[in-house]
C-alpha cells in the first residue's frame, strides 16, 4: 500500500498534526512521538506536519526557520524513528527539490494554490500533494488546481479548506464548501483546523487567533464528512515562534482526537 492510499483509504477521518515549523529536534520527536501514540491508540492514519521554514511572515523581523537543512533532517529524522509519513510546505520549484526526499507529502500554501510551476514541480515528483485552498477562492474552483497535478502525471492529490477571507481581519469556513470541493476536485478534502481560525492583518503585524474554537471547527468537519484534519500542536502556543495564537496546545490532542472520534463513528 503507497503513502497516499494508507492515509486516506480507511474509514477513519486521517489527521496531519504537528508544530507550525520546525523549532529544533527535541521538540518536534516530542510532539511527534505524543501523536503517534494517541493515533496509533485509535487507529487514526497520522501524518506528522512541520514547515521546514516559512515564506509568508507579516514583519522583516519574524521568525523564518532553523535552516532548511537542518529542519528537513529532523523531519527525516521524524519519519525514520516513528515510521510515519511526513508533510512540510513548499514555496517554489527549489523548495521542491530541496524538500521532496526527505518527505511524503508536498504542501501548497493557500495564497499559492494557482502557481502552475510550483504544482507541476510538486507533482512531478510522485509525492502526495495536498494544496490549501486560497482563501480568495470558491471550493469549485479548486478543480482547476487538482487538475494540474492530475494532468502533470500524479493522482496522489488532497485539497483542504483553510477558511475563507471576511473582510479585513477574519476567515469564515463555508461547511458547504467541503462536499463541493470533493464532488468538484474528484479527491479528499482536509479541513485545516487551525489556520481557519486565524485572524490575520492585525495592527500589530502579529496575526491573531481563536483557539477556543477549534473543537468547535473540528467537530462540525468531521460532522459533515470531511476526510481528515490538519491541527497545529505545541507544547507551550504562547512560546512557540509561529502562529501560537491558533494552535492547539499539546495536552489537549488525545481528549480531542477521542471525541471526534466518537462524532465520526455516529454519522458512518
Given amino acids: 500500500?503507497?503513502?497516499?492510499?494508507?492515509?486516506?483509504?480507511?474509514?477513519?477521518f486521517f489527521l496531519l498534526a504537528g508544530p507550525c515549523v520546525i523549532e529544533g529536534e527535541e521538540m518536534a520527536l516530542r510532539i511527534?512521538?505524543?501523536?503517534?501514540?494517541?493515533?496509533?491508540?485509535l487507529g487514526i492514519p497520522y501524518v506528522f506536519k512541520g514547515s521546514f521554514k516559512k515564506a509568508n511572515r507579516s514583519r522583516l523581523d519574524s521568525?523564518?526557520?532553523?535552516?532548511?537543512?537542518?529542519?528537513?533532517?529532523?523531519?527525516a529524522k521524524v519519519r525514520a524513528e516513528f515510521g510515519i509519513p511526513v508533510v512540510t510546505d513548499v514555496h517554489d520549484e527549489r523548495d521542491v527539490e530541496l524538500a521532496a526526499p526527505h518527505v511524503d507529502v508536498l504542501q501548497i500554501p493557500a495564497f499559492l494554490c494557482r502557481q502552475t510551476g510550483l504544482l507541476v514541480a510538486a507533482a512531478r515528483t510522485g509525492?502526495?500533494?495536498?494544496?490549501?485552498?486560497?482563501?480568495?477562492?470558491?471550493?469549485?474552483?479548486?478543480?482547476?488546481?487538482?487538475?494540474?497535478?492530475r494532468e502533470s502525471g500524479n493522482p496522489a492529490v488532497i485539497v483542504t479548506e483553510r477558511g475563507t477571507t471576511?473582510?479585513?481581519q477574519d476567515l469564515v469556513v463555508d461547511f458547504r464548501g467541503i462536499p463541493l470541493m470533493r464532488q468538484a476536485c474528484a479527491c479528499p478534502v482536509v479541513v485545516d483546523v487551525t489556520h481557519s481560525?486565524?485572524?490575520?492583518?492585525?495592527?500589530?503585524g502579529v496575526t491573531g487567533g481563536q483557539p477556543a474554537m477549534i473543537e468547535t471547527i473540528a467537530r462540525a468537519s468531521v460532522a459533515v464528512g470531511a476526510d481528515g484534519l490538519f491541527i497545529e500542536t505545541h507544547e507551550q502556543p504562547s512560546r512557540a515562534k509561529s502562529d501560537g495564537a491558533n494552535m492547539l496546545p499539546l495536552d489537549l490532542l488525545d481528549g480531542l482526537l477521542e471525541r471526534l472520534m466518537?462524532?465520526?463513528?455516529?454519522?458512518?
Avoid at 32 to 41: D, H, I, N, P, Q
Avoid at 128 to 141: E, H, M, T, W, Y
Avoid at 262 to 268: F, G, T
Fill in 197 to 204: 481560525l486565524q485572524q490575520p492583518n492585525q495592527s500589530s
Fill in 63 to 75: 521568525f523564518t526557520g532553523i535552516g532548511d537543512e537542518k529542519a528537513l533532517g529532523i523531519l
Fill in 127 to 149: 509525492k502526495v500533494v495536498n494544496i490549501k485552498k486560497g482563501q480568495f477562492l470558491s471550493p469549485g474552483a479548486m478543480q482547476f488546481a487538482a487538475d494540474k497535478v
Fill in 1 to 12: 500500500m503507497n503513502v497516499y492510499e494508507s492515509i486516506t483509504g480507511k474509514e477513519m
Fill in 32 to 41: 511527534a512521538e505524543r501523536a503517534c501514540r494517541v493515533t496509533r491508540r
Fill in 262 to 268: 466518537r462524532v465520526r463513528e455516529a454519522i458512518l
Fill in 166 to 168: 471576511f473582510g479585513y
